[in-house]
């Protein structure tokens, strides 16, 4: 969707959907909706992003900094041990909604949402004792050894956050495929606010690791919460029977999410995992620069995420009802605009990364311009391969997806060993670009070329 046309879709009041064209309309009013929201989600978010930077890098110091993100990153590293299941019930539900059929719609979402929470409950529980137990001493280098029973505590108090946030998110995930994301990303602000609040009074106390990985956690998982509550009272959502209805749709999510699975965990060798390499191969202290300049590049994302990512439930909507010229029309303007946008940014950021990094962090950090150079780089495919990946899932088209994934994970994670050896910090995003670009010209340009088009050929 054009960002021009944006005006005319944000209304209140839906389109007439008895046509193609009132389809198409409405489709767009909610992505439009979802991105304007989203905005105020992600300036939130943004702002919490950059408090948890200022505000404790003065007192934690750098290494004692560098472990804080990096226990923070295993939310990204660890987001495949959903199974894939979040993923399956957005197109599920998206599916599901098409029907007009609420009490069908009701045991999606219900049965959908019980089979995640029993998931994380079992990951929470099994995340803890391995926290509790796990040789902290090998897993990271660090020279003050007395942070380590820190490192173990924040790690312990991370894995029951990060076991409640599996449910959580799948709740957020219920709302992308209503297509009314705009409403989970209101509540998210809330929430998002509140963080911030209890941020600043934490790091005004000179609060530890522990209280501050709760904060960054605790604030999204309580937007899911609040979601939970409105999909109940909107008979969207039941405890009655919930068991049974977990048994009815496991089978289906479990399938689909199998694809999805794999995909995440190609995402955890490919970038999850990066700080945990970093930090186990030239240090900690070098996590925070990698960090820095990573969040420091989602200054240029992140607006492309809140336009592209709506998407993905009016993809799937339009798959529903064969709509190819809808699909196809919207594919082609969210490539272009992805592209040029993320070039903009890329280099506004590139040109302005000094001054922006050393009032950031107050002459903490500076990082080596190579390493922000090609990480600039990886940016532009970085933003392009998510707003293609909204196409493919909402089309459904997951096991070309799994296969370059796989490709990607062959090549990626000895690549990465290797360069961060040779060229230390730059290796990364350089080993990064190699793998992309090799994995998805030849599954999506040669092996899977007829499964990726099929939503819009």
């Known amino acids: 969707m054009k960002i021009s046309l944006l005006p005319r879709f944000l209304r209140l009041a839906p389109f007439d959907t008895a046509s193609d064209q009132g389809r198409s309309d409405e489709r767009y009013r909610l992505a439009a909706l979802s991105i304007l929201c989203s905005v105020l989600s992600r300036a939130a978010s943004v702002i919490l992003m950059l408090l948890s930077v200022s505000l404790t890098i003065p007192y934690l110091g750098l290494e004692r900094f560098g472990l804080w993100m990096t226990i923070a990153s295993f939310a990204g590293i660890l987001t495949f041990l959903d199974l894939g299941v979040g993923n399956a019930l957005t197109n599920h539900v998206a599916q599901r909604s098409s029907k007009n059929n609420l009490d069908l719609l009701s045991q999606t979402i219900s049965g959908g949402l019980g089979f995640l929470a029993i998931i994380g409950f079992i990951v929470g529980f099994l995340l803890f004792l391995i926290s509790a137990y796990v040789p902290w001493w090998n897993l990271i280098k660090i020279s003050d050894t007395s942070l380590l029973d820190e ?25 992308s495929g209503l297509q009314i994301s705009y409403q989970a990303h209101l509540v998210s602000v809330f929430t998002t606010i509140i963080g911030c609040v209890a941020l600043w009074f934490a790091a ?12 960054l956690m605790g604030s999204q998982s309580a937007a ?110 969210s490539m272009q605009t992805t592209f040029f946008g993320s070039c903009f940014g890329v280099v506004i950021l590139i040109t302005l990364h000094k001054v922006l990094i050393d009032f950031w962090t107050d002459g903490a950090i500076v990082p080596p311009l190579t390493f922000v150079l090609f990480y600039a780089v990886w940016t532009i495919f970085e933003a392009l391969g998510n707003a293609f990946s909204m196409y493919l899932n909402g089309v459904g088209v997951v096991s070309a997806q799994v296969k370059a994934v796989i490709v990607f994970i062959i090549l990626v994670f000895p690549i990465k060993i290797m360069l961060i050896k040779s060229m230390g910090l730059v290796g990364i995003p350089v080993a990064t670009l190699i793998a992309y670009v090799i994995a998805l010209s030849t599954v999506y340009g040669i092996y899977s070329r007829k499964e990726v088009l099929r939503g819009i050929v």
């Not at 009655?240 to 977990?246: A, K, N, Q, T, Y």
């Not at 989602?298 to 339009?318: E, K, M, R, V």
Request: charge should be positive.
């Open 224 to 333: 899911g919460i609040i979601l939970l509550i409105i999909l109940k009272t909107r008979n969207q959502f039941s405890f009655e029977g919930i068991f049974s209805l977990v048994n009815v749709e496991a089978s289906h999510l479990f399938k689909t999410g199998g694809l999805f699975f794999i995909l995440q965990i190609g995402t955890m060798v490919g970038w999850g995992a990066d700080s945990l390499i970093i930090s186990s191969t030239i240090g900690v202290a070098y996590v925070a620069i990698f960090v820095v300049v990573q969040r420091l590049f989602q200054f240029a994302t992140q607006p492309l995420i809140i336009i592209n990512a709506p998407l993905w439930g009016a993809y799937a909507d339009a798959n529903a009802h064969q709509d190819k010229k809808f699909i196809k029309n919207t594919l082609v303007k």
């Open 204 to 215: 005004s106390a000179n609060q530890g690791i522990c209280l501050l990985v709760s904060i």
């Open 151 to 175: 490192a173990r505590h924040a790690g312990m108090c991370f894995s029951l956050l990060f076991g409640l946030s599996i449910f959580t998110n799948g709740v957020q995930r219920v709302f």
